[in-house]
């Protein structure tokens, strides 16, 4: 069965940490680009982070650089998003999504991608 599947969300305090996870069953992830996407309520969907093991290119939001880290480990398929020093607008539910490598998905197009897990939620709160 093809399918992306996030874990790792939950309620962290402002200032704390979270890591996500996305692993991949059917496909193989290094052959994509890989984007980590959130929601929040009200809001549009925006681009956080991708990754490409295809040209290794990685991309950051701005809002999240020096904060946020998106690294792969092939052996294991799988995606992570390790954030730190979170925030209350860091609030989402938060997708993890594949795509071909190219100059959109790579800047956090997500229109450019073409395959979705279901979400995790995050949530930041003191």
């Known amino acids: 069965q093809v399918q992306l599947v996030e874990s790792g969300g939950g309620l962290a305090r402002p200032g704390g940490s979270l890591r996500l996870s996305c692993a991949a069953s059917?496909?193989?992830?290094?052959?994509?680009?890989v984007g980590w996407f959130r929601q929040a309520p009200g809001k549009e969907l925006e681009g956080v982070s991708c990754?490409?093991?295809?040209?290794?290119?990685?991309y950051y939001a701005d809002s999240v650089k020096g904060r946020f880290t998106i690294s792969s480990d092939n052996a294991k398929n799988s995606v992570y998003l390790q954030m730190h020093n979170l925030k209350p607008e860091d609030t989402g539910v938060y997708y993890c999504?594949?795509?071909?490598?190219?100059?959109?998905?790579?800047?956090?197009?997500?229109?450019?991608?073409?395959?979705w897990g279901q979400g995790t939620q995050v949530t930041v709160s003191a």
């Open positions: 999504a594949t795509g071909p490598t190219n100059i959109a998905t790579m800047r956090g197009d997500w229109d450019e991608y073409d395959r």
């Open positions: 990754i490409s093991d295809v040209d290794g290119s990685i």
């Open positions: 059917g496909f193989t992830l290094q052959d994509y680009a």
